[in-house]
């Protein structure tokens, strides 16, 4: 355990920005953190949140998980950044089930925006504090235009996203049929290069497109200036384990050849877009160290 906390602050140590690293071995209960309580931008690892109180509301008869949801204008005009609602007809209605796997799938913030505002925007920080994420909220919904953007979004950690998944991996986030269409929806997400880039590409990709491949993993991301986060469930043929990785402040040295050019969009060859997936397969070779099992199967 030493050896891969010291290797954590190595990587940290060669960052422009700040690491905070939490994972959990879900059969023995090892735990790695690093860090892993201190306060980070959310980003879009919050729509994880939203999508619980969607379901807890859900569950309560609130609302039909099959009832329809029609754009707003204000959603659609006042967002932009990740997913594809704001290209599409703006008289669209869909089910609150499709906004939801919008949300988790490819992190669509038109759809986040309408989910927040059909639970509302406390609820959603009442359910952080419910699950047990004591340092989660958000102060507004994912708004790109107006005075509201210019409110700070709020704060996260990686400990918290750690606790959310492990509920949601034992079926305690609402109800065990719930934490599981949960997961399902993640499993579907678009975007796991922060946990899959570095990982042997036989037990991520398999041959046949139609199959499962050997290690699946699902999770919710986040980007912005300076940030990149990611947290959720990897599964193997050897164990599970919660990963929740989240990095704040990054100058992207890799890139960049002065502070004032460091808030250029993300390329797959910047700093931000490396130091995760080098954790990620840090703690894979820990938890699942035996490769060469997997690939004999």
Do not use: W
């Not at 925006?113 to 994912?142: C, E, F, H, K, W």
């Not at 490396?274 to 060469?292: G, H, M, N, Q, Y």
């Amino acid at each position: 355990m030493e050896d891969v906390i010291e290797t954590l602050a190595q990587i940290d140590a060669e960052f422009s920005g700040d690491l905070g690293v939490y994972a959990k071995r879900l059969d023995t209960r090892e735990t790695f953190s690093y860090r892993a309580g201190e306060a980070n931008p959310p980003a879009s690892t919050v729509k994880a949140v939203v999508l619980a109180e969607v379901f807890r509301q859900a569950h309560e008869d609130h609302f039909e998980l099959d009832d329809p949801n029609q754009l707003t204008k204000e959603n659609v005009e006042r967002t932009f950044g990740s997913g594809v609602l704001r290209d599409l007809n703006r008289d669209l209605t869909l089910r609150v089930r499709d906004m939801c796997m919008l949300m988790m799938a490819v992190s669509d913030n038109v759809a986040t925006n309408q989910m927040i505002q059909l639970v509302g925007l406390d609820n959603v920080n009442r359910m952080a504090v419910r699950l047990g994420m004591q340092g989660t909220y958000i102060n507004r919904p994912m708004i790109h235009v107006g005075e509201e953007a210019e409110i700070p979004f709020g704060e996260t950690s990686a400990l918290d996203f750690g606790i959310l998944f492990e509920s949601l991996y034992h079926g305690e986030v609402v109800s065990p049929a719930a934490s599981r269409e949960m997961l399902d929806m993640m499993l579907r997400n678009h975007y796991k290069t922060d946990i899959l880039r570095y990982l042997p590409p036989d037990l991520v990709r398999p041959e046949d497109p139609a199959s499962e491949p050997i290690v699946r993993v699902a999770s919710k991301s986040g980007t912005t200036t300076g940030v990149k986060c990611s947290a959720g469930i990897v599964y193997t043929p050897k164990c599970d384990y919660v990963i929740s990785l989240f990095s704040r402040n990054c100058i992207d040295r890799m890139s960049v050849v002065d502070e004032e050019c460091a808030d250029r969009p993300p390329t797959v060859d910047n700093e931000n877009q490396k130091v995760l997936p080098r954790v990620s397969r840090l703690i894979f070779d820990t938890f699942a160290d035996d490769i060469a099992e997997f690939e004999d199967r």
